[in-house]
C-alpha cells in the first residue's frame, strides 16, 4: 500500500507537471491545430484480427511511433514501464497484472528446464527466445507500434502468453523513396545512438525494400570491481548493439491482390547487459554483486505471404527461421568459481492463417494452422559444469468467428487446441530428463455492444495455459518436476472515442483465477499452488484539450491473493503475489508552442510491493514516482530532440535482498537515476 511520503512525491510531482503546463498555456498558439490518433483509427495486430483498438475486447496499450522516435527509451522493458498494471525489473520480461513474465524460465531453472517465458515478445509475428535473463531488447528504430496485452492471450498465441503478450511492428517497406540518419547520446551509460533507414521501390508498385541499421555503443554506469589476483578477460563496463534488417516487398501485377515480404535480421547484443543487482548497504554505490559479460546473437530469415482469392477468402502464411546464440562469462573474485555458458538455438515458426467473410459485416473471422520446433544445446564450463540438449515442438488449431446479431451485438467465439511436447536432457553431476507431452484446449468468448458511434463495451472470458517443466534444484542437488498452470481470466470493458477522436477512453475491470500457479520459493524452488487470483482495473485517457494541448493518463489497481490452505503452503495463504504493486498511474501533457517546437512531460507511479511470496517486509521494493520532461523541435526534415529522464534523480529499489547469511553483502536493483540526453534525427 502506498505510504504518506510516496503519495506526497506524486503529488508534488504532478503539482509540478500541471504548474508547467499551465506555463505552456501562456505562451505562443501553434500555426495548425494538432491532432491526436483515435482509438478508431489505430489497429491492434497481435490478436490476428486486425481489429481497431477500439473494438478490442482485450485490455491492450499501444505505443505509438511518434513516443519512440527519441533516445528516451533504448529499451523495450523502458518504453513499456509507464503502462498501467506492468512492473519492469532489471532482467525480467515485464510482469503484468502481477504475475512473473519470466514465470518458471527465471534464472538458473530456465537453463535446467528449458521453460519459456510467460509474457512473450513477438516482433513482426516472431517470437523472440528468452533465457534465464533478459537481455538483447536493446535499440529501438523504425519501430510503427509497440502493443503491450494484460491478460493471457493463449487463444491465438500459443501456450506462452498466460501473463500477456507485447507485441513490436516494425515498419515495412514504401514505394515512395524515404530515408533516415539519427545520432543521438545519453550522458548516463555514456550512449551514443547512430541510426540509419533508407526505402524505396525497385520496380514501380511492384517491389521495394527497406534496409535499417543501428549502433548503440556505450558503457554502463557500474563502479566495477577488478581484483588484484586477475584481471577480467573482457570490458567489465562495455554495453555495445548492433540491428541490420532487410525487408523485400513484393506485390506483382501478374497475381492480383498478392504480396510476398521476405525479412532479414541480424541482432547481436554484448557487454554488461541483463541483470543488474548492487550490493544493498548503499546501492547508489553501483558496485555489483555479479560481474558478467553477456553475448545474446540472433539471425532470423522469414517469409510473409498475403493473398485475396475473393471477395470474402483471403490466405496468410508466415514462415520464419531463427538461429540464436546467448551466454556469458563472469569475473570472479575467486578465480575457480568463473563460468562460462553458451546456449546455441535453431527454432522454426509456420503459421498459417484463412479469413473468411471479409465482405460480410454480419458474420466473418479466421481459422489457423500453427507449428513450432526449437532445438537447443547449452555447456557451461569453469565454476559450474553442466550441459544439455532440448528439443521442443507445437503444433496448433486456432480460429475465432465474429457474428452480428440483434442491434450493436457482436459474439466473437475463439479456441485453440495444441499437443506440445518437449525433452530436455540435464547433465551436472548425473544426467536428468524431463520427456512430456501433452493437448491443451484453450477457448475464449467475447459478447461486444455497440453503445453508440462512439462508444463499445464488452464483456469476455478466456483461457491461458503454460506447460510443466522440471529443473534442478541448486541448494538439494535433486532434480524435480512440477505441474503445468492455467488461468481463467474475466473481463469486462469499455471503449470511448469522442469529439472526432480527439478524447480517448478505455477501462478494463478483470479477474483472473489461477490453478496450479507456478511460484517460486526463497530457494528459488518451482512449485504448484492450489489457487492464485488477482483482479483489479485499467483505465486509460487521451485528449487534445486545445488544439496545440494535449493530455494522457493512466491508472492500474489490483489485488492478488494466494489460495492454498495445504500444510505445505498454508503460512503463504492469503499473500500476496511478489512485484504485485496495488496502484499503478501515469500521466503525461503535450504542448505545441508553434508547429515546429514542442515540450512533453510525464510522471508514473508504482506503489510498493513484497518481493517474494512470503510477504517479508524486509524485502519491500517499489514505492516510487519517475518524472520525464523532452522537448522537440522538428523543421522540415529535421527533428532534433532534447531530454531528462528521472528529472528529480529519484532513488527507489525494485528488487531488495538484505544482507544474510546466503548473501552477506545483500543485493538490490534500484530505478535508473537522472538521465539527460538529446538526439537529431534526418528524414527526406
Not at 533478459?134 to 491478460?151: A, C, N, P, Y
Not at 487463444?155 to 501473463?163: A, K, P
Not at 522454426?348 to 458474420?363: C, E, W
Not at 499437443?419 to 461486444?448: C, G, H
Given at each position: 500500500m502506498p505510504n504518506d511520503k510516496t503519495i506526497g512525491d506524486f503529488k508534488l510531482h504532478t503539482l509540478s507537471?500541471?504548474?508547467?503546463?499551465?506555463?505552456?498555456?501562456?505562451?505562443?498558439?501553434?500555426?495548425?491545430?494538432?491532432?491526436?490518433?483515435?482509438?478508431?483509427?489505430?489497429?491492434?495486430?497481435?490478436?490476428?484480427?486486425?481489429?481497431?483498438?477500439?473494438?478490442?475486447?482485450?485490455?491492450?496499450?499501444?505505443?505509438?511511433?511518434?513516443?519512440?522516435?527519441?533516445?528516451?527509451?533504448?529499451?523495450?522493458?523502458?518504453?513499456?514501464?509507464?503502462?498501467?498494471?506492468?512492473v519492469t525489473l532489471t532482467g525480467s520480461v515485464p510482469d503484468i497484472r502481477g504475475v512473473s513474465g519470466n514465470g518458471s524460465a527465471t534464472g538458473f531453472n530456465g537453463v535446467s528446464g528449458g521453460a519459456r517465458a510467460r509474457v512473450s515478445t513477438l516482433i513482426d509475428g516472431v517470437a523472440e527466445?528468452?533465457?534465464?535473463?533478459?537481455?538483447?531488447?536493446?535499440?529501438?528504430?523504425?519501430?510503427?507500434?509497440?502493443?503491450?496485452?494484460?491478460?493471457?492471450?493463449?487463444?491465438?498465441?500459443?501456450?506462452?502468453?498466460?501473463?500477456?503478450?507485447?507485441?513490436i511492428k516494425t515498419k515495412d517497406p514504401s514505394y515512395n523513396w524515404e530515408g533516415a540518419a539519427r545520432l543521438g547520446y545519453r550522458n548516463q551509460n555514456q550512449y551514443v545512438d547512430s541510426s540509419v533507414m533508407v526505402s524505396g521501390p525497385l520496380i514501380d508498385e511492384q517491389l521495394a525494400f527497406r534496409f535499417t541499421g543501428q549502433l548503440l555503443n556505450g558503457d554502463s554506469f557500474d563502479n566495477s570491481v577488478?581484483?588484484?589476483?586477475?584481471?577480467?578477460?573482457?570490458?567489465?563496463?562495455?554495453?555495445?548493439?548492433?540491428?541490420?534488417?532487410?525487408?523485400?516487398?513484393?506485390?506483382?501485377?501478374?497475381?492480383?491482390?498478392?504480396?510476398?515480404?521476405?525479412?532479414?535480421?541480424?541482432?547481436?547484443?554484448?557487454?554488461?547487459?541483463?541483470?543488474?543487482?548492487?550490493?544493498?548497504?548503499?546501492?547508489?554505490?553501483?558496485?555489483?554483486?555479479?560481474?558478467?559479460?553477456?553475448?545474446?546473437?540472433?539471425?532470423?530469415?522469414?517469409?510473409?505471404?498475403?493473398?485475396?482469392?475473393?471477395?470474402?477468402?483471403?490466405?496468410?502464411?508466415?514462415?520464419?527461421?531463427?538461429?540464436?546464440?546467448?551466454?556469458?562469462?563472469?569475473?570472479?573474485?575467486?578465480?575457480?568459481?568463473q563460468q562460462s555458458l553458451t546456449v546455441d538455438e535453431d527454432n522454426?515458426?509456420?503459421?498459417?492463417?484463412?479469413?473468411?467473410?471479409?465482405?460480410?459485416?454480419?458474420?466473418y473471422g479466421f481459422v489457423g494452422l500453427a507449428y513450432f520446433e526449437r532445438e537447443q544445446d547449452y555447456q557451461s564450463i569453469g565454476g559450474s559444469i553442466y550441459h544439455g540438449h532440448d528439443e521442443s515442438e507445437s503444433k496448433a488449431l486456432y480460429g475465432e468467428a465474429s457474428f452480428v446479431f440483434a442491434n450493436g451485438f457482436t459474439l466473437i467465439a475463439g479456441g485453440r487446441v495444441e499437443?506440445?511436447?518437449?525433452?530436455?536432457?540435464?547433465?551436472?553431476?548425473?544426467?536428468?530428463?524431463?520427456?512430456?507431452?501433452?493437448?491443451?484446449?484453450?477457448?475464449?468468448?467475447?459478447?461486444?455492444y455497440a453503445i453508440s458511434n462512439n462508444t463499445t463495451a464488452t464483456v469476455s472470458a478466456r483461457k491461458g495455459y503454460n506447460g510443466a517443466g522440471g529443473a534442478l534444484d541448486w541448494y538439494a542437488g535433486e532434480y524435480y518436476y512440477y505441474d503445468s498452470e492455467s488461468v481463467n481470466t474475466f473481463e469486462a470493458g469499455v471503449r470511448s472515442s469522442f469529439n472526432s477522436g480527439n478524447i480517448n477512453l478505455s477501462a478494463n475491470l478483470f479477474y483472473n483465477d489461477y490453478s496450479d500457479y507456478q511460484a517460486t520459493d526463497y530457494n528459488r524452488r518451482i512449485s504448484n499452488i492450489d489457487a492464485v487470483t488477482t483482479f483489479g482495473f485499467e483505465?486509460?485517457?487521451?485528449?487534445?484539450?486545445?488544439?496545440?494541448?494535449?493530455?494522457?493518463?493512466?491508472?492500474?489497481?489490483?489485488?492478488s491473493e494466494i489460495k492454498d490452505s495445504s500444510p505445505e503452503y498454508e503460512h503463504i495463504n492469503g499473500n500476496e503475489l511478489s512485484s504485485a504493486p496495488g496502484i499503478t498511474a501515469n500521466l503525461g501533457a503535450s504542448y505545441w508552442f508553434t508547429d515546429a517546437l514542442s515540450a512533453r512531460a510525464s510522471i508514473n507511479y508504482v506503489d510498493d510491493y513484497y518481493g517474494e511470496i512470503t510477504n517479508s517486509e524486509e524485502r519491500l521494493a517499489g514505492n516510487y514516482s519517475v518524472a520525464r520532461v523532452s522537448l522537440n523541435y522538428e523543421l522540415d526534415n529535421w527533428l532534433i530532440n532534447a531530454f531528462i529522464n528521472n528529472l528529480t534523480d529519484k532513488q527507489a529499489t525494485t528488487v531488495y535482498e538484505p544482507p544474510g547469511r546466503r548473501y552477506p553483502d545483500g543485493y538490490a536493483a534500484i530505478i535508473d537515476p537522472r538521465t539527460v540526453g538529446g538526439s537529431v534525427t534526418y528524414r527526406f
Open positions: 507537471l500541471l504548474v508547467l503546463t499551465s506555463l505552456y498555456s501562456t505562451a505562443s498558439k501553434a500555426e495548425d491545430d494538432q491532432t491526436l490518433e483515435s482509438i478508431e483509427k489505430i489497429i491492434v495486430i497481435g490478436e490476428k484480427a486486425d481489429r481497431t483498438l477500439k473494438d478490442t475486447a482485450s485490455s491492450v496499450s499501444v505505443i505509438a511511433e511518434e513516443t519512440l522516435r527519441s533516445l528516451q527509451h533504448i529499451t523495450i522493458s523502458q518504453a513499456v514501464s509507464e503502462i498501467p498494471n506492468v527466445p528468452f533465457m534465464a535473463d533478459l537481455t538483447g531488447d536493446s535499440g529501438i528504430w523504425d519501430i510503427e507500434q509497440i502493443e503491450v496485452f494484460r491478460g493471457p492471450q493463449s487463444t491465438n498465441n500459443g501456450r506462452n502468453n498466460l501473463g500477456g503478450l507485447i507485441y577488478i581484483y588484484e589476483t586477475h584481471e577480467p578477460g573482457f570490458d567489465l563496463n562495455e554495453l555495445k548493439t548492433t540491428r541490420i534488417k532487410a525487408k523485400l516487398l513484393w506485390e506483382p501485377d501478374a497475381v492480383k491482390d498478392f504480396s510476398a515480404l521476405v525479412t532479414v535480421s541480424d541482432n547481436h547484443e554484448k557487454g554488461d547487459t541483463g541483470r543488474k543487482y548492487y550490493t544493498a548497504n548503499n546501492p547508489w554505490d553501483y558496485i555489483p554483486t555479479g560481474q558478467r559479460y553477456m553475448n545474446t546473437d540472433s539471425t532470423t530469415l522469414s517469409l510473409k505471404l498475403d493473398y485475396t482469392l475473393s471477395d470474402s477468402i483471403a490466405f496468410d502464411l508466415l514462415v520464419a527461421g531463427m538461429d540464436y546464440q546467448w551466454g556469458f562469462d563472469s569475473y570472479d573474485v575467486d578465480i575457480t568459481n522454426l515458426t509456420i503459421d498459417s492463417k484463412m479469413r473468411f467473410g471479409l465482405n460480410n459485416s454480419q458474420f499437443r506440445e511436447s518437449q525433452y530436455r536432457d540435464f547433465v551436472m553431476d548425473q544426467a536428468s530428463v524431463l520427456d512430456q507431452a501433452n493437448t491443451i484446449t484453450l477457448p475464449k468468448l467475447v459478447l461486444q483505465a486509460e485517457a487521451s485528449a487534445m484539450l486545445t488544439q496545440d494541448f494535449k493530455v494522457n493518463a493512466g491508472l492500474g489497481l489490483m489485488r
